[in-house]
């Protein structure tokens, strides 16, 4: 089952294919989703990838800190979100 990954300080230029493949050195991912807000279209900085159980770990302990564009991503799994 896919574990999904939040990806926190993104670089504001960064892309999915980007952030796919920079993932993508530790398994298949199964999807990347940026953030953008809902008004200006900008990107948030933020986005999510979901990848297999087994490697998704790996790929947050080996990414988390990670230098980006001289951006440090913060690399989490994923929690649900609250209720507003």
Do not use: C, W
Request: aromatic share 8%.
């Amino acid at each position: 089952m896919p574990k999904r990954i939040y990806v926190g300080n993104l670089p504001f230029t960064s892309t999915t294919e980007e952030v796919g493949e920079l993932f993508g050195q530790y398994g298949a991912v199964h999807s990347v989703s940026l953030i953008s807000d809902r008004e200006t279209g900008r990107p948030r900085g933020f986005g999510f990838v979901e990848m297999d159980d087994e490697v998704a770990d790996q790929a947050i302990s080996a990414l988390n800190g990670f230098e980006l564009d001289g951006r440090q991503l913060k690399v989490t799994e994923a929690r649900p979100r609250e209720p507003r």
